[in-house]
C-alpha cells in the first residue's frame, strides 16, 4: 500500500517536472496547483484501444493505470454516452464505441490555463466538465465559489461531483448544454471551453463583461485544433486571435461527425496528379488548420499503407455532404482521385493558403458579435470566412 502511494507520488512529480521542463508551467502558482491535485482521483479508470483488434479495453486500478494516469496524454473516460460500458468490460465483454468523454492532456490544460490569465478574485465558467480534473484545478487556484463548470451528461456531472469532493473541492457543477453558458452565476471574468464549438456562443457574449476572456476550441469542418482566446468589448462583441497551440478537442454532442470514410480501390484508377501533400490532411502539416477553416461540411480521413505494398500511403476522405475523395503517393508523387465538390474545395483552401504566404494559425483570428462571426487573418477587416449557426 506505502509503496503504491509513494510511486504514484513519483509518477505526479515527474509529470510536473516534465511540464516545467517543457516550458508548459510557467507560472508558479500553476505549478503548485499541478503538484497538488490528483489527477487518479478525477479518473479512477480509462479505456485504451484494444492492440490487434477492434474495441476498447478498461485500464483501472493497476500499474498501467498508474502510469497511464500520470503522464501527458488525454484519456478516454467514457464511451457513447454510457457509462455502463465500464461495467461491461469489468465483466470481461470487449466494448466497442466512439469516445464521448476524456480527461484533456494535463499539458494542453496547463497552456489553456496559463492564457487565461486569472488573478484571485475572478470568476470562471468551465464548459464541458467531464472527469472534473480542470475544474479542481480552477478551483484549487481560484476558490470552489469562483468556479462554475457546465457537464451536458448528467451522469458525468454527477461522477465529477463526487470526485470534487473526495478531492476536497466544491465548485458549482451544472448538467446542462455548456452552449447556453449558466446565467444564474454571471458575469463571468473568464469562460474557458474544453469542449469544441462550432461558433462562439451568444450566451458567452452576455455572460462575461468589458475585459472578461473567452476561451473558445471551435471545431471546423476537419477539426484543426484552433483555439481562440477572445477578450470581449464595452459593445458586446469579443475578438481576438488562435493561440499558437494545437489544441484537439472532441465536439459538442450535437455536431453530426461524418462517417468513417469508404476505401474505393477502382477510384484511384482514374486518379491524377495533385500538389496537395497527404499530410496536409492529418493536422500535422501547417497549412491543416486553414483547409479546416474553409471547408463547409465537416470530413473525415483516415490513411493507411496497403499490406501488399501496391501503393504507398493511401488517405481516404468523406463528407457529410457524401463527397468522397483518396489520395496515394507513388514514386514520391501523390495522386488523387475524387468524387463530389469536397476534394476541390480542400485543394482550393490549399492553394489559397500558400498564396497568402503560408501564414501560422496564430494570424488568424475570430471576431464575434450578436449578429455575426467571421475569422480574419491579422485584423478583423481581412475576413477569411463567415461562421454559420449553431
Ligand atoms: C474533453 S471533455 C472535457 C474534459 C474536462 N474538462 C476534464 O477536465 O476532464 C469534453 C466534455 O464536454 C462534454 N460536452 C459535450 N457537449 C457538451 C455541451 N453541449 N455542453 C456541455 N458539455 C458538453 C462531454 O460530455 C465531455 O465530458
Not at 510536473?16 to 478525477?42: K, M, N, P
Not at 469542449?195 to 472578461?212: D, F, I, K, N
Request: charged share 20%; glycine share 10%.
Amino acid at each position: 500500500m506505502t509503496t503504491n502511494r509513494t510511486t504514484v507520488e513519483d509518477l505526479r512529480t515527474t509529470l510536473v517536472d516534465q511540464l516545467i521542463h517543457e516550458g508548459v508551467l510557467t507560472d508558479s502558482a500553476w505549478r503548485e496547483v499541478f503538484a497538488t491535485v490528483h489527477r487518479g482521483i478525477f479518473v479512477p479508470y480509462f479505456f485504451l484501444p484494444c492492440r490487434g483488434r477492434p474495441g476498447w479495453r478498461l485500464i483501472e486500478g493497476d500499474d498501467e493505470w498508474r502510469h497511464g494516469v500520470y503522464v501527458d496524454e488525454a484519456l478516454v473516460i467514457q464511451l457513447n454516452g454510457d457509462d455502463n460500458a465500464a461495467q461491461a468490460a469489468r465483466w470481461g465483454q470487449t466494448v466497442e464505441g466512439v469516445p464521448t468523454s476524456s480527461s484533456s492532456a494535463p499539458g494542453l490544460m496547463a497552456a489553456m490555463l496559463h492564457s487565461l490569465e486569472v488573478t484571485q478574485g475572478m470568476t470562471v465558467l468551465e464548459v464541458g466538465t467531464g472527469s472534473g480534473y480542470n475544474a479542481a484545478l480552477l478551483a484549487a487556484r481560484l476558490s470552489d465559489k469562483a468556479v462554475t463548470s457546465i457537464e451536458l451528461d448528467p451522469a458525468l456531472a454527477q461522477r465529477a461531483r463526487i470526485a470534487l469532493t473526495t478531492a476536497g473541492y466544491r465548485p458549482t457543477v451544472v448538467a446542462g448544454d455548456g452552449a447556453a453558458g449558466y446565467s444564474p452565476n454571471a458575469r463571468y471574468d473568464r469562460v474557458i471551453a474544453t469542449v469544441a464549438l462550432p461558433r462562439v456562443p451568444v450566451a458567452y457574449l452576455e455572460q462575461t463583461h468589458p475585459g472578461s476572456l473567452i476561451l473558445i476550441p471551435l471545431s471546423f469542418a476537419g477539426r484543426g485544433g484552433l483555439m481562440a482566446l477572445l477578450r470581449r468589448d464595452q459593445a458586446g462583441a469579443a475578438s481576438g486571435a488562435f493561440l499558437a497551440q494545437y489544441g484537439g478537442f472532441m465536439a459538442v454532442r450535437s455536431v453530426t461527425e461524418p462517417a468513417t470514410p469508404k476505401i474505393r480501390p477502382q477510384l484511384l484508377d482514374a486518379a491524377y496528379p495533385t500538389q496537395v501533400p497527404p499530410d496536409a490532411l492529418t493536422d500535422i502539416h501547417p497549412a491543416a488548420f486553414y483547409l479546416s477553416l474553409c471547408c463547409p461540411y465537416r470530413y473525415r480521413t483516415v490513411g493507411f499503407t496497403p499490406d501488399d505494398n501496391s501503393t504507398g500511403l493511401q488517405t481516404w476522405g468523406q463528407a457529410t455532404d457524401g463527397s468522397t475523395f483518396g489520395l496515394t503517393t507513388i514514386d514520391g508523387t501523390t495522386y488523387v482521385a475524387a468524387d463530389g465538390p469536397l476534394w476541390d474545395t480542400l485543394e482550393t483552401a490549399y492553394a489559397q493558403w500558400r498564396a497568402l504566404g503560408q501564414p501560422s494559425r496564430d494570424r488568424f483570428g475570430v471576431t464575434a458579435n450578436p449578429a455575426r462571426q467571421w475569422v480574419w487573418l491579422d485584423h478583423p477587416d481581412h475576413v477569411i470566412t463567415e461562421l454559420g449557426e449553431l
